[in-house]
């Protein structure tokens, strides 16, 4: 080549340098999320908002129901000026307001817009505060809980709110990005003589928490330091972020009020109070209260063992790595004391499986990498019981059915839960409600979403919930899908929610256990609603038919009376009688006859006759049928048997034991009262004769 291209009077090239060595760059977990902030909700300013107010609510929540106390949680957004974030960050805002001025105006017109309230432009920043009644956080660990991406203590194997663990240390840095303020945080736990007051800052590049002040204030009342009563006990934290409430297009006001109303159905054991202020527009300033519904909680869930089908490579591996911290620990006991449903039995059999080179009194530092893969494949392949889901909690049909009535106020609501279920090896419950009616509900079937006893809000089309209702044939349970007005709440809570996207913002329709458990759930709910509109129905019909019995009271007790005059005229005057005689009831009549004559009977007494005949014709049905659907008043649940003194015959004792039953039964349903399961015992004879009647 090099003679070809001297002969050709061309100068040879030379080979090309190759390029120095990239250097490799590490970045901390704080500057990941910082740059791709849209995973964990904080897509806009907007939504921003919203998601700082949803983390820190169920991080209360979440911090009260772990002592078992009712939560009381107070939620304040205040709209403030640029006036009050950082003074490097004003300069910028004013700077870039100067340049889209328009022309100046003359003096009187600038003195004239001067009083008046000047016009949001930009960028609108807001304080956002939480207050509970929670745990609160220890004082030495409280800057590392909140000024540490991916440290804390929800990274367990439990049924969970949320969905990153991320919480406030997102809102810090979101506030660090837009305001440079920091967060303030005042905490104590319950029975601590001080409370924790620390204000910090992240450092996003080192992942480490800024502290400014971290000091302990005495928890004796309210003081200069703070406005809290003597033993308090919680947190309060307070961050001032950019966001934006109701101004224009991206405006999330109505997403956090819609939130918050679907968080109290879901949880009608929580008092919520929610107000935003606006200093500059008063007028916008709102208040809201959920109230507390119900005293009944349901129970923390418990942190799980991991169950052998769902384990990986990568999982077994870190649960050696602990194991192998404890002395004279072997493959048996690891088997059995790390893996659920793994018993002593189960242990063996699957060491048999695995071969000669494995032995139940193996040391877990024998174990290779090769056969740790070895042992994870036959664990995942091998046939499991599933799991109970003891140790999931729900919210309960009874909660559901109470938050459903207290906010949406529907005529008509029914609630199903299912047996547990099991997808990868993690227990799942759906609890279902189907409601109708409701003055807030639009017609047509409204879906309202809740993973893990929180509420969901974005992208409900791709939903499985949202698919599955779609599919319903609401027509075979009378029900119509466009123009009644459909509220359908489902909630799944497990150990793993299956979440699709990024964001996490619903669950994907593409697992048939879930999908089926929520149809049949919703199914359930739909037979029951049957069964209430049969029953309206007919109720309907009854009043209908008691409505044209009363029409024609009247004039039916005028024809009769006037046919009753008639008889006793002609009976004065000896004329011959037209009537049948009955020698059985000759007296009656004849007592009857005289009692026209004696002006005893009027017209008006035959009417109230007839209506009080129609009413209590119409209080024995609605009696019948209070008591069919449990909500008989307190008169009417009055003792019904009195037992007598001398002892009676084994069918009559078995009468009285049945009277007895339906008593409880009664009186419990009527009033909400507990009742002795031990009474309601019915013998078996019953069971056969219900048996027998039911065939025949």
């Given at each position: 080549?090099?003679?070809?291209?001297?002969?050709?009077?061309?100068?040879?090239?030379?080979?090309?340098?190759?390029?120095?060595?990239?250097?490799?760059?590490?970045?901390?977990?704080?500057?990941?999320?910082?740059?791709?902030?849209?995973?964990?909700?904080?897509?806009?300013?907007?939504?921003?908002?919203?998601?700082?107010?949803?983390?820190?609510?169920?991080?209360?929540?979440?911090?009260?129901?772990?002592?078992?106390?009712?939560?009381?949680?107070?939620?304040?957004?205040?709209?403030?000026?640029?006036?009050?974030?950082?003074?490097?960050?004003?300069?910028?805002?004013?700077?870039?307001?100067?340049?889209?001025?328009?022309?100046?105006?003359?003096?009187?017109?600038?003195?004239?817009?001067?009083?008046?309230?000047?016009?949001?432009?930009?960028?609108?920043?807001?304080?956002?505060?939480?207050?509970?009644?929670?745990?609160?956080?220890?004082?030495?660990?409280?800057?590392?809980?909140?000024?540490?991406?991916?440290?804390?203590?929800?990274?367990?194997?439990?049924?969970?709110?949320?969905?990153?663990?991320?919480?406030?240390?997102?809102?810090?840095?979101?506030?660090?990005?837009?305001?440079?303020?920091?967060?303030?945080?005042?905490?104590?736990?319950?029975?601590?003589?001080?409370?924790?007051?620390?204000?910090?800052?992240?450092?996003?590049?080192?992942?480490?928490?800024?502290i400014l002040k971290h000091n302990k204030l005495p928890n004796k009342g309210p003081c200069d330091a703070h406005q809290f009563p003597a033993g308090w006990h919680g947190t309060q934290i307070s961050v001032v972020i950019e966001g934006n409430w109701s101004a224009g297009v991206g405006a999330y006001r109505w997403k956090i009020l819609?939130?918050?109303?679907?968080?109290?159905?879901?949880?009608?054991?929580?008092?919520?109070?929610?107000?935003?202020?606006?200093?500059?527009?008063?007028?916008?300033?709102?208040?809201?209260?959920?109230?507390?519904?119900?005293?009944?909680?349901?129970?923390?869930?418990?942190?799980?063992?991991?169950?052998?089908?769902?384990?990986?490579?990568?999982?077994?591996?870190?649960?050696?790595?602990?194991?192998?911290?404890?002395?004279?620990?072997?493959?048996?006991?690891?088997?059995?004391?790390?893996?659920?449903?793994?018993?002593?039995?189960?242990?063996?059999?699957?060491?048999?499986?695995?071969?000669?080179?494995?032995?139940?009194?193996?040391?877990?530092?024998?174990?290779?990498?090769?056969?740790?893969?070895?042992?994870?494949?036959?664990?995942?392949?091998?046939?499991?019981?599933?799991?109970?889901?003891?140790?999931?909690?729900?919210?309960?049909?009874?909660?559901?059915?109470?938050?459903?009535?207290?906010?949406?106020?529907?005529?008509?609501?029914?609630?199903?839960?299912?047996?547990?279920?099991?997808?990868?090896?993690?227990?799942?419950?759906?609890?279902?409600?189907?409601?109708?009616?409701?003055?807030?509900?639009?017609?047509?079937?409204?879906?309202?979403?809740?993973?893990?006893?929180?509420?969901?809000?974005?992208?409900?089309?791709?939903?499985?919930?949202?698919?599955?209702?779609?599919?319903?044939?609401?027509?075979?349970?009378?029900?119509?899908?466009?123009?009644?007005?459909?509220?359908?709440?489902?909630?799944?809570?497990?150990?793993?929610?299956?979440?699709?996207?990024?964001?996490?913002?619903?669950?994907?329709?593409?697992?048939?256990?879930?999908?089926?458990?929520?149809?049949?759930?919703?199914?359930?709910?739909?037979?029951?609603?049957?069964?209430?509109?049969?029953?309206?129905?007919?109720?309907?019909?009854?009043?209908?038919?008691?409505?044209?019995?009363?029409?024609?009271?009247?004039?039916?007790?005028?024809?009769?009376?006037?046919?009753?005059?008639?008889?006793?005229?002609?009976?004065?005057?000896?004329?011959?009688?037209?009537?049948?005689?009955?020698?059985?009831?000759?007296?009656?009549?004849?007592?009857?006859?005289?009692?026209?004559?004696?002006?005893?009977?009027?017209?008006?007494?035959?009417?109230?006759?007839?209506?009080?005949?129609?009413?209590?014709?119409?209080?024995?049905?609605?009696?019948?049928?209070?008591?069919?659907?449990g909500r008989a008043s307190q008169a009417q649940s009055a003792a019904v048997f009195i037992a007598p003194q001398e002892p009676m015959p084994a069918s009559e004792a078995l009468v009285c034991k049945l009277r007895t039953c339906e008593l409880v039964l009664w009186q419990s349903l009527c009033h909400n009262k507990s009742y002795d399961?031990?009474?309601?015992?019915?013998?078996?004879?019953?069971?056969?004769?219900?048996?027998?009647?039911?065939?025949?």
């Open positions: 080549k090099f003679e070809i291209a001297h002969r050709l009077g061309a100068q040879p090239t030379t080979p090309a340098m190759p390029p120095a060595a990239a250097k490799v760059q590490s970045r901390s977990p704080a500057e990941f999320f910082a740059e791709h902030k849209s995973i964990a909700g904080f897509d806009n300013p907007g939504k921003s908002l919203y998601t700082t107010v949803r983390e820190f609510v169920e991080n209360s929540l979440d911090a009260a129901e772990e002592i078992d106390m009712l939560p009381n949680i107070s939620v304040h957004i205040e709209q403030v000026s640029s006036l009050d974030v950082s003074d490097l960050y004003n300069k910028r805002a004013e700077k870039k307001a100067d340049t889209t001025e328009t022309a100046p105006a003359d003096d009187a017109a600038s003195a004239a817009d001067s009083k008046k309230p000047a016009k949001k432009k930009g960028k609108a920043f807001y304080r956002v505060t939480v207050m509970d009644n929670g745990g609160g956080m220890p004082h030495d660990d409280l800057p590392f809980m909140l000024g540490r991406v991916l440290s804390g203590t929800k990274y367990t194997l439990k049924q969970a709110r949320g969905r990153f663990g991320l919480g406030a240390k997102m809102a810090l840095i979101w506030s660090k990005m837009t305001t440079a303020q920091p967060l303030d945080v005042y905490t104590a736990r319950p029975g601590q003589s001080f409370v924790t007051y620390c204000q910090l800052d992240l450092d996003i590049h080192k992942n480490q928490p800024n819609s939130y918050m109303r679907r968080l109290a159905v879901i949880t009608p054991y929580a008092e919520i109070l929610l107000r935003y202020t606006d200093p500059e527009q008063p007028k916008n300033c709102m208040k809201i209260r959920y109230a507390r519904r119900t005293s009944v909680m349901p129970a923390c869930p418990k942190e799980v063992k991991h169950h052998p089908s769902s384990v990986d490579l990568v999982v077994v591996t870190d649960l050696i790595r602990q194991a192998s911290q404890k002395s004279n620990m072997t493959l048996k006991k690891f088997l059995t004391g790390y893996f659920s449903n793994v018993t002593s039995d189960a242990a063996n059999d699957l060491i048999v499986e695995l071969g000669h080179k494995f032995e139940a009194s193996m040391p877990l530092e024998q174990l290779d990498k090769a056969r740790v893969q070895h042992l994870v494949q036959l664990m995942t392949q091998k046939d499991w019981p599933n799991p109970t889901g003891e140790s999931l909690s729900p919210a309960g049909t009874y909660n559901l059915y109470l938050g459903i009535m207290k906010e949406m106020r529907p005529d008509l609501i029914s609630t199903h839960e299912e047996p547990p279920h099991v997808f990868q090896g993690h227990a799942f419950v759906v609890e279902a409600a189907v409601s109708l009616g409701g003055k807030t509900v639009k017609a047509g079937i409204n879906p309202y979403r809740f993973a893990n006893r929180i509420p969901l809000l974005f992208e409900p089309g791709s939903d499985v919930i949202t698919k599955t209702a779609q599919e319903i044939k609401w027509g075979t349970y009378k029900i119509n899908k466009t123009e009644d007005k459909i509220g359908v709440f489902v909630s799944i809570v497990s150990t793993k929610i299956p979440f699709k996207g990024t964001n996490k913002e619903f669950i994907s329709d593409e697992i048939p256990a879930i999908k089926e458990a929520v149809k049949n759930a919703l199914q359930k709910c739909c037979t029951q609603l049957k069964a209430k509109i049969a029953k309206r129905k007919q109720l309907k019909l009854h009043q209908e038919r008691k409505s044209n019995l009363s029409k024609y009271i009247p004039n039916v007790a005028k024809s009769v009376f006037s046919v009753l005059l008639e008889v006793a005229e002609d009976d004065a005057e000896g004329a011959p009688s037209k009537r049948l005689h009955l020698e059985e009831n000759a007296s009656a009549v004849d007592g009857l006859i005289q009692s026209v004559k004696d002006e005893n009977i009027t017209a008006k007494l035959i009417e109230q006759k007839l209506a009080t005949h129609v009413d209590q014709y119409d209080a024995s049905e609605a009696l019948e049928y209070t008591t069919r659907i399961e031990a009474a309601f015992q019915a013998p078996p004879q019953w069971e056969e004769e219900q048996q027998q009647q039911q065939q025949q």
